[in-house]
């Protein structure tokens, strides 16, 4: 069986000017079996459309805020530094690869994106929003739980991880507020935001808040990528 084409959303530094990206996104799904490649960043529906065909499943990464004008909101002073040309590209290649039914993994930002493109809204800023004493944007390093996510019996990660609990990295300030209706929540933390969830009706499509590629000497971080490369595979 050849190794699947991941196709991994870029990381965009405004300051220099320059694509990035963190080490372990790929290094998850290389150990998982798959081929990462790093996205161009672009809007051109061609191109993504030959992107989507060329790849077989999707990483959609952590990185700036998600535009509030996505779900219809104006933009705070507390919201953080935003992408437009993410958010562009990337409302462009989920849409496609939905109705392709590529298989689809959203960490941090990702998950975020994944909920507002299907229609769910988001904290701009938690400490202003959702005030809590369990902190959400934990000091390096951040191979190590900051705090607890109860995963929901019946769904899909219990189904994987075979727990109830799960200690989870943390590095965000923006949070769902509102899940998207077609969306069933995973997991939720003990100051109540939602830590994962999924969409039903398709092969794979998970987002997490909490970074599993921080953490890959974690079986259960492994898992989530392995259970997503699996997913690709079996497609």
């Not at 960490?107 to 938690?126: E, K, P, S």
């Not at 809590?132 to 019996?153: C, F, K, Q, V």
């Not at 991880?161 to 003990?190: W, Y």
Request: with cysteine; net charge negative; glycine share 8%.
């Amino acid at each position: 069986m050849k190794k699947p084409i991941i196709g991994v959303t870029l990381l965009w530094d405004e300051e220099k000017n320059s694509y990035w990206m963190l080490p372990g996104y790929l290094e998850g799904l290389k150990e998982a079996g798959g081929v990462p490649i790093i996205l161009p960043l672009t809007a051109d529906g061609t191109d993504i459309a030959r992107l989507v065909d060329l790849c077989d499943g999707f990483l959609f990464t952590g990185g700036q805020d998600v535009s509030p004008r996505l779900y219809g909101e104006a933009m705070k002073p507390t919201c953080g530094e935003l992408c437009p040309a993410r958010d562009a590209m990337e409302w462009e290649l989920l849409r496609r690869s939905l109705e392709r039914d590529k298989p689809i993994l959203g960490i941090c930002r990702g998950l975020q994106f994944l909920n507002v493109a299907l229609g769910g809204t988001l904290y701009q800023d938690l400490p202003t929003e959702h005030p809590s004493e369990l902190g959400h944007s934990m000091r390096p390093p951040y191979d190590r739980a900051a705090h607890t996510a109860r995963i929901l019996p019946g769904t899909p990660l219990a189904a994987l991880l075979q727990k109830t609990e799960l200690g989870v990295n943390t590095c965000h300030h923006q949070a769902i507020k509102d899940l998207a209706p077609s969306l069933v929540e995973m997991a939720r933390s003990t100051d109540d935001l939602i830590e994962a969830m999924y969409l039903p009706g398709k092969t794979f499509v998970w987002g997490v808040q909490w970074h599993p590629e921080m953490s890959l000497q974690e079986e259960s971080s492994r898992k989530i990528f392995e259970a997503f490369v699996g997913a690709v595979q079996q497609k």
